[in-house]
């Protein structure tokens, strides 16, 4: 894998589900970029579009049209993403982790987000909307998973 630099890139898209497939092309992009496989690009790719997704569902409303930051962080061999919605806060209780229950629909997103991330937190401290950020360890420095 190739040394890393640090570096940040921010992506800013509104709350429209068919630019998910804009997002999940940068996020493939990149994953490429960082030489981290096929499999791990995808399942990159496939908890930030579950996250993005979350946040168009649950903070909005499916409302489109609402403001949604995606920022990128690289350092080292870390990776931090954070998603900055400006809408309705999540209740905590249903963001902490917990089993899914897979005798009803939905709920399933958070789970399989922290199965792909190493850590994932939500920040409700905004005056408006939450911060989701989402880590990676990339490379050797990620530990057995």
Not at 135 to 142: I, Q, S
Request: hydrophobic residues 40%.
């Amino acid at each position: 894998m190739a040394s890393r630099v640090s570096e940040t890139f921010q992506i800013e898209v509104t709350s429209s589900p068919r630019l998910l497939q804009v997002v999940r092309a940068a996020v493939g992009q990149y994953g490429r970029l960082l030489d981290l496989g096929e499999g791990e690009t995808h399942r990159l790719k496939t908890a930030v579009d579950e996250a993005l997704t979350n946040i168009i569902r649950h903070s909005y409303g499916g409302e489109a049209g609402q403001r949604i930051v995606i920022t990128f962080i690289l350092s080292g061999a870390r990776l931090e993403i954070l998603l900055r919605d400006f809408g309705r806060k999540p209740d905590p209780a249903r963001v902490a982790p917990r089993e899914p229950d897979l005798s009803r629909p939905g709920g399933l997103g958070l789970p399989l987000i922290r199965s792909v991330m190493d850590e994932v937190e939500f920040d409700l401290s905004p005056e408006r909307g939450t911060i989701l950020r989402l880590v990676k360890h990339l490379g050797a420095e990620r530990g057995a998973r």
